[in-house]
């Protein structure tokens, strides 16, 4: 599954992974917006990022066909409207919009390959976040695979009841059974909810995570976000004036 | 509806970015007033309920299957601040975690999705939920959750200056997407408070919305409106705006500096000054939301 892969890449060890989770949210901004606000040469600026892309994942000892490969999951989306801009007759724009899209998808999965999530929260919080926002997406990101994988097995066990397509002639009676369903697994949830709370109030949760590293910018951070945000920029700024 | 990074042009995101701000500011404190800190896990459980959802299939006709999207649930069982911010959790993770929705345009799509799309699913059931017309109201919610919430993010697509043909398609996945939403909301409303009634809530007729909140969704919705029709005209107008052109110009003049060669083409490409520009409107609006937070934070205490 997806999360799998992206917590071991994110535990692997790099000069990338050790950085200060704000310096990478910084270059990310950065890139991001220098990426956005790109009208001229896109195609020039879309390959140049690309090869700086690819170069930080090497640089992080990610592997880069599968990390390249996994953020082409903005694609069929993507391609889908370059299409039908094509067919309105504005095919660049399509083009356009598809490499920014995966561009910045490719940005956004080299961050979160290279950072684990609750560090990622961390310096989003650090950086002024609604903690108990993040509280909230921290343990939606802790409980969504469990229960994933409950909806799956009861999705599973209700196909080897004889629950398909085709064992339910009417489709109200199938409609039914899923919202049950949805109904058992509405229930379940909300009761681990109340499970987890009596657990962590039993070990003395106050209401806030402690960590056991705290963050620290060192001086090898500032120099990795001042590099990381120059980078885009110089590109876009070659490119402009080499046109 | 997940909107990715690159469709928006820097006016429409920026300025919604901005709005989204407080929208969730508000919501997050109105939530913590009825789920204090240590029932956190509830409302991260239930995110992961929704995104688990995703994994049961609804025969939607025609041989294809729908799933659960979940804002109108949760909105009736969890009431509608507490809905909005688990939303908000969901579409954060989505866009980190799974690529699903870009960053930059993180305010358009928790404000489409989480703030306006949870509130137009509220509504109906807020309004009408506890007379006869309740499974009216359940149905008109999810309905209504959907719709919006796309009409939404095509008029901010529009605006952009996509073009309507690429949006009409989509229009059309969403109008018939929206009553299938609404069928599945109800139905599982139903089997729900067969299992337990205290699931779902009573919706609490005559409160009065509180004057906070309504006042910070005026701020929200005028400051969307001024900041849209103001980079309507011209997509990417936002550096027109005397103050944060007046920025941009410092800032380009602080970064041109040490570039003295390549002054000409700083000034000569537009792309510089709307990029400055967009770190500007952002720098600009990061600060504001940290002094605003430092400010309650002191009141809190």
């Not at chain 1, 309105?88 to 999530?117: E, F, H, I, N, P």
């Not at chain 1, 949760?205 to 590099?227: K, M, N, W, Y």
């Not at chain 2, 407080?22 to 239930?46: E, N």
Request: with cysteine; hydrophobic share 55%; net charge positive.
């Amino acid at each position: 599954m997806h999360h799998v892969v992206l917590e071991r890449w994110s535990r692997r060890s790099s000069a990338l992974h050790r950085a200060d989770p704000r310096a990478k949210i910084a270059i990310l901004v950065v890139f991001l917006v220098v990426l956005a606000t790109a009208h001229r040469d896109v195609a020039l600026f879309a390959a140049g990022s690309a090869v700086l892309l690819c170069g930080a994942s090497v640089w992080a000892r990610l592997p880069l066909a599968a990390v390249v490969m996994r953020a082409a999951v903005v694609l069929p989306f993507s391609l889908a409207f370059a299409a039908v801009c094509w067919m309105a007759g504005d095919a660049q724009r399509g083009l356009q919009l598809a490499a920014k899209s995966y561009l910045s998808a490719l940005a956004v999965l080299l961050l979160v390959s290279t950072t684990a999530l609750p560090r990622l929260l961390r310096g989003l919080e650090s950086l002024g976040a609604p903690r108990f926002l993040l509280m909230v997406a921290q343990f939606l990101y802790r409980y969504l695979f469990v229960t994933s994988e409950e909806a799956q097995h009861m999705a599973k066990a209700a196909q080897s009841r004889g629950a398909t397509a085709a064992g339910m002639a009417k489709r109200q009676a199938r409609f039914r059974a899923a919202a049950g369903a949805l109904a058992v697994l509405f229930a379940r949830s909300y009761g681990r909810a109340g499970e987890i709370h009596r657990a962590m109030a039993a070990r003395g949760f106050q209401g806030h995570f402690e960590t056991l590293t705290p963050l620290r910018f060192r001086s090898i951070d500032a120099l990795i976000a001042v590099t990381g945000s120059l980078a885009p920029v110089a590109l876009r700024l070659a490119i402009e004036r080499l046109s | 509806m997940h909107i990715p990074d690159g469709y928006l042009s820097t006016g429409v995101w920026a300025t919604l970015d901005a709005a989204a701000v407080p929208a969730v500011v508000v919501m997050a404190r109105q939530a913590q007033r009825r789920f204090d800190d240590a029932r956190v896990p509830l409302l991260g459980v239930m995110g992961a309920f929704v995104f688990a959802a995703q994994m049961i299939n609804f025969p939607a006709g025609l041989g294809t299957s729908a799933h659960l999207l979940g804002g109108a649930l949760l909105a009736v069982t969890l009431g509608a601040p507490a809905a909005t911010v688990v939303m908000t959790a969901i579409i954060a993770i989505q866009a980190l975690v799974f690529q699903d929705g870009g960053i930059l345009v993180l305010g358009p799509n928790i404000l489409n999705m989480a703030v306006i799309g949870v509130w137009a699913g509220y509504l109906p059931f807020r309004l009408a939920g506890s007379g006869r017309w309740r499974n009216l109201a359940i149905f008109a919610g999810g309905a209504a959750s959907v719709l919006v919430s796309a009409i939404c993010a095509l008029a901010e697509l529009k605006l952009s200056g996509l073009p309507d043909k690429a949006l009409g398609v989509s229009s059309v996945v969403f109008l018939i997407s929206a009553p299938i939403e609404g069928a599945i909301t109800l139905a599982v409303v139903k089997a729900l408070e067969a299992i337990r009634p205290g699931f779902v809530r009573q919706p609490e007729p005559g409160r009065r919305l509180n004057a906070s909140l309504l006042a910070a969704g005026m701020a929200s919705i005028f400051l969307a409106a001024v900041g849209v029709l103001y980079s309507s005209p011209a997509p990417d107008g936002i550096e027109q705006t005397g103050l944060i052109s007046g920025l941009a110009a410092r800032v380009k003049v602080l970064v041109s500096t040490p570039f003295s060669g390549y002054e000409a083409a700083f000034l000569s490409g537009t792309w510089s000054r709307k990029a400055a520009a967009g770190l500007a409107g952002l720098a600009i609006i990061y600060l504001v939301c940290l002094m605003i937070g430092r400010l309650a934070r002191k009141r809190s205490v």
